[in-house]
């Protein structure tokens, strides 16, 4: 499966190169929700671009990773801060968030002790995700990993860190920084905030 990481693939039925960050569906056609809006659209004039453009920021970061993946010159590139609508359907970035999100809280509430009944709905729910989740490369990766990492769904400490592991797999392709995958982390950043109060 095409990845961000390598644009141009075999399923591509042209022959001339895609977009860097375009993904094929297994249609082989440009697929929307595999690809960040930011590579979705061709590039502005950015004198009468509408998006704002920042040296730092926080929605910044995959933009100046995808700069690195892609060989530019990350002090001179311009990064693009995507100022859609909330409204708008979401892109890769915006369903990977919410997902990871909907996932590592629900891990981060499941009982220590789940019941067969529960351990059955967690693993129907994870092994759903490889034939359900709309980008279709995510769940591909996603399936691979799962035939040599099957889901810990036995405590709340085993699937908390089993989903951290996953996370960090994509993390690691698409060149970001992994996560520290210690219960006490994934409590902080997902259940309980940082001790300084700063989230309460
Ligand atoms: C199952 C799945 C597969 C995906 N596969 C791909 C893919 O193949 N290609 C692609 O381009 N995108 C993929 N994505 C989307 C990608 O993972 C990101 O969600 C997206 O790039 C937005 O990244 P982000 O930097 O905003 O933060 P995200 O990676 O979405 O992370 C959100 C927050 O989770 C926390 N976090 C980060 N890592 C961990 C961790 N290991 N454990 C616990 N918490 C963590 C951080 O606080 C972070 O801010 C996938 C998403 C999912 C759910």
Redesign the pocket.
């Known amino acids: 499966?095409p990845?961000?990481s390598s644009p141009t693939t075999s399923s591509n039925p042209s022959t001339a190169p895609l977009p860097p960050g375009m993904?094929l569906g297994p249609d082989g056609k440009p697929c929307k929700i595999?690809t960040?809006f930011r590579h979705w659209k061709p590039p502005k004039d950015s004198s009468k671009s509408r998006k704002q453009t920042q040296s730092a920021s926080v929605?910044a970061?995959?933009a100046v990773m995808s700069a690195l993946a892609f060989g530019q010159n990350v002090a001179q590139t311009p990064v693009e801060v995507d100022t859609r609508p909330d409204n708008c359907p979401p892109d890769?970035?915006?369903?990977?968030?919410a997902?990871?999100?909907f996932?590592?809280t629900t891990a981060a509430y499941y009982p220590e002790k789940p019941t067969p009944t529960q351990r059955a709905n967690m693993l129907m729910l994870l092994k759903s995700?490889p034939v359900l989740?709309p980008?279709s490369?995510?769940?591909s990766?996603?399936g691979e990993n799962m035939k040599t990492s099957p889901p810990d769904v036995s405590s709340r400490y085993g699937l908390?860190r089993w989903?951290?592991?996953?996370?960090?797999e994509?993390?690691e392709?698409?060149g970001?920084?992994?996560?520290d995958?210690a219960i006490e982390?994934?409590d902080e950043?997902?259940k309980d905030g940082p001790s300084d109060g700063s989230c309460d």
């Open positions: 499966m990845d961000v993904i595999c960040a929605g970061t995959s890769v970035e915006v369903l990977g968030r997902t990871w999100t996932l590592h995700l989740y980008c490369h995510c769940a990766h996603l908390s989903l951290c592991l996953q996370h960090n994509v993390n392709r698409l970001k920084k992994k996560f995958c982390k994934l950043r997902w």
